[in-house]
Structures are given as structure tokens and as C-alpha cells.
């Protein structure tokens, strides 16, 4: 079951600071330069979500920044419990301009491993992000952001109660640099909290986004309790989630590309050749500066039969791979459920990537000859990169796809889904505090 709580949020003061100034995407979406441009306001949670120093312990300094804040009153803790229903209002060109709105809210949880059936993860994680955050989060005792779930509403129920607070000035609104605007209302009304446990209670949540902090956020309970066990409704008990219906129709997955480069003896017709043993290959006609076209094109493919298309440096066409109907992946030796076995990632991974251009999947995961970008214009771009030698496009995920395979216990490849946009961190923090209760 899953069993949420609210939780007394840190936010940050509106009177002290300018909200859009603060905020900013999660840490692992920040490169230098715009955690430099964040950093520019002193006050900017990359200061203690995303710690850098000259000398001396970052996490340490994080730790310490996060209680002086709290203690000048730039950040407040509230007084009462409480549950934050969370809109973000943006606009995607790879939606066509189009204005969109997801809603959830953020929430505490208790932490179960995954495995154990309430909280399912779809991808794997690696050792190097869970070691980094958990040594921020024990430092600092507390979430400064959000892992991303989801959960079925088909009927509307969780969605419904919701309503009647949203007419309200919100308690903090924002915009993050990408132009989504982020807006918060804190909800502490306990009859209202009460009966959205009771509906939350039955449901599974599927990890959208943040399987390493939701790992991580076991392994800081474990530290810190010490092999003591906590109080029953101890917050070391709970984690820090936002969540969202997977019928919203504001839930937006978006495609992750793949760029192909610094192969020894890479050939494209070596490649499309091959190809052909599990695909039927087709050009798409001026496709090379068309989008929309290559869109159509992977789109109007077979029905029922798995489609993606690639680019070339020089080559004014797009070529479109659909998989052959006299194909049975499990046939030809890939491994995993039918609901895997399904999706154009893994296909394009375990077929060609694999079997025709030597990429292994440790190589993948290092991202050796293998790099990923989600905007279709910087894939395009990417053709005239001196080191590119193929771009992948991939059609954008189902939501339903994620659920199949996490139900079925399995994990999708590596950059399988880009839920847009992210979560913004710093909007609603949670402290870990073994001593208090949620609940």
C-alpha cells in the first residue's frame, strides 16, 4: 500500500527572495555555466543542492549554508503539516508551442525497497549518484528535492479534491530558466489530507524520474536509524516524492536521441545492409531537414510494429527502420518481457548499436560512442557535429509502456523516458528528523 503524509515544507521566504531567482532543475540537468548563471543570486538552492567550494568539505558547507538560512529566516519552515499541490504551466516546441499544465503534489512517503511492490522503479541505477546524494542528504538532514511518480487516477478521484484549493493565491510561484512557470498551494486542511491517504492507500507508484534519490533516501534511513528502528511514522521513515496522475493529460513523455560517434570503421551502408536483417528500411525523402516529415513518416509505420529513423552527416535524407513482421525479438535473442522487448530503444540498442556497431552495454552505459539529446532541433544539429556519424530519432514513450514494465518487474534501457519538464528543486524541502512524526 502506499502510504503518503504531509509534512511541515521549507520553503523559501517571498518577502526575502525572488521566488524564479532560487529555483532551479534538478542537479543532475546542471552543467557549469548554468550553475554559474544560477549561482548568481547567492540565495539560489544550488548552493546547497549543488555545492561547490575552493577548499574544504562541499556537503559540510551545504549543510551549513541550508541552517544559516534557515536561521536569517530566508527559508522558513511552516508551522502546520501539510500537503503542496504543485501545477507547472509550460509550453514545448516539441508539442508544437502548445500550453500545457501538469498537476500533482508533493507529498511524504514511506520508503519500501523496490521489489516489495508499492513503489516500482522502470530503469536501472548506478553506484556514483546515489554516493553523491546520499552524502548530501546525511550531511544536511533533509530533501531539497522531489523524486517524480506516478500513480492511476482513471476516475478522477485524487484529481477531484484538489479543486476547490486552486482559486486560492498560491503560496509560492516561479519560472525556471526553460519558461516553466511553477506553482504551489500548501494544503492543511486535515479532513481533505485524510481522505486523499485513504484513496493513495490501495495504489502502486511507478517511478517517473529520480530512481538514484529514491535509492538514496533508504540508504540515509538506514544510516542514520543506525540499526535502531524508528518510530513508526518517524519522517526517517519517509521520503520526499512528487506526484502525478498518469491520466493527466499535462503528462508529457518526450524522446531521448541518441548520437552516434568516434567509431572505428563506421559505414552507413554497412550499417542500413545489415540493418536489414530485422528491419525494413525505407527512406524518407528530404527527412535530413524536416522533423515533422520524419515524424509523420515513423508514425505512419505498420501498425504495430516498432519504428524509429536515423540521420547522417551529408545525407539530405532520413532513412526509416521498422521492425520486420517476420521478427520475433525473443527469436533473435534479446532477452526481457514482451513490454521491453516492445519499445524502439531497445531494439535500436540490443540490434544495432550491439550486434552491428560493437557499442556493449557497459559501453552504453558509459556513454562511450554514445551520446543522448532530447531537443528533435539539436538532434538534427547534430549531423554537422565533426564526430557524428548517425543520430538516432525515437518516438516518444507511453506512459502505459512505463507501467508494463515496471509491473512486470522489469527495466527499460538507459534514457528511455524524459518526463517535460522537470520538477523544480528548491521549491518545497523536507527535513529528515528521526524525532518528529508525520502522522
Known amino acids: 500500500m502506499a502510504d503518503i503524509a504531509p509534512f511541515r515544507g521549507i520553503v523559501y521566504d517571498p518577502k526575502r527572495v525572488e521566488i524564479s531567482k532560487v529555483i532551479a532543475p534538478p542537479y543532475d540537468v546542471i552543467d557549469p555555466p548554468m550553475r554559474a548563471k544560477l549561482a548568481a543570486d547567492p540565495h539560489n538552492v544550488v ?18 549554508t541550508f541552517d544559516r538560512w534557515l536561521a536569517e529566516g530566508i527559508l522558513r519552515q511552516d508551522a502546520s503539516k501539510s500537503i503542496y499541490r504543485y501545477h507547472q504551466r509550460f509550453t514545448s516546441a516539441e508539442l508544437g508551442g502548445r500550453a500545457v499544465v501538469r498537476k500533482g503534489f508533493v507529498c511524504a512517503i514511506r520508503l519500501t525497497p523496490f521489489g516489495e511492490g508499492t513503489v516500482r522503479p522502470h530503469e536501472r541505477t548506478l553506484k556514483g549518484p546515489k554516493e553523491d546524494r546520499f552524502k548530501l542528504i ?9 523524486v517524480f511518480g506516478l500513480f492511476s487516477d482513471a ?8 479543486r476547490k484549493y486552486e482559486s486560492a493565491a498560491p503560496t509560492l510561484q516561479g519560472t525556471t530558466s526553460d519558461g516553466t512557470e511553477h506553482v504551489v498551494w500548501a494544503i492543511r486542511d486535515a479532513e481533505m489530507i485524510g481522505r486523499l491517504r485513504r484513496l493513495m492507500s490501495p495504489k502502486h507508484i511507478y517511478i517517473a524520474d529520480g530512481h538514484h534519490r529514491y535509492e538514496t533516501m533508504l540508504a540515509v534511513r538506514d544510516a542514520i536509524a543506525g540499526g535502531k528502528e ?9 521520503g520526499s516524492i512528487f506526484l502525478a496522475s498518469m491520466d493527466d493529460p499535462g503528462l508529457i513523455v518526450l524522446p531521448t536521441h541518441r548520437i552516434v560517434h568516434g567509431l572505428t570503421g563506421f559505414s552507413k551502408d554497412t550499417l542500413l545492409e545489415r540493418a536489414r536483417e530485422w528491419f525494413i528500411v525505407d527512406k524518407i525523402a528530404g527527412g535530413a531537414s524536416d522533423m515533422d516529415k520524419v515524424r509523420a513518416s515513423v508514425a505512419d509505420a505498420v501498425a504495430h510494429r516498432t519504428a524509429f529513423a536515423a540521420l547522417f552527416p551529408k545525407d539530405p535524407d532520413a532513412w ?10 525473443a527469436a533473435v535473442g534479446l532477452s526481457g518481457h514482451p ?11 540490443g540490434l544495432l548499436l550491439e550486434r552491428v556497431l560493437g557499442i556493449t552495454p557497459a559501453a552504453q552505459e558509459a556513454q562511450t560512442n554514445l551520446r543522448y539529446v532530447k531537443d528533435s532541433t539539436a538532434a538534427l544539429a547534430a549531423t554537422s557535429a565533426p564526430d557524428t556519424q548517425a543520430v538516432f ?3 516518444a514513450p507511453k506512459v502505459a509502456d512505463v507501467k508494463h514494465v515496471a509491473d512486470a518487474g522489469e ?6 523516458t524524459y518526463f517535460y519538464p522537470k520538477i523544480a528543486s528548491g521549491l518545497v524541502m523536507a527535513k529528515v528528523d528521526p524525532d518528529e512524526d508525520l502522522v
Open 47 to 64: 548552493e546547497i543542492d549543488l555545492p561547490e567550494v575552493k577548499e574544504g568539505d562541499k556537503y559540510a558547507h551545504a549543510a551549513a
Open 138 to 146: 546525511t550531511a544536511a538532514r533533509a530533501h531539497f528535492s522531489q
Open 155 to 162: 476516475s478522477g478521484e485524487v484529481e477531484r479534491l484538489f
Open 230 to 238: 524508528p518510530s513508526m511514522y518517524s519522517s526517517l521513515n519517509y
Open 320 to 329: 526509416r527502420f521498422t521492425l520486420s513482421p517476420s521478427v520475433n525479438p
Open 339 to 349: 513490454a521491453v522487448l516492445r519499445l524502439d530503444v531497445t531494439l535500436l540498442h
Open 393 to 395: 530519432l525515437m518516438g
Open 411 to 416: 527495466i527499460m534501457p538507459q534514457k528511455s
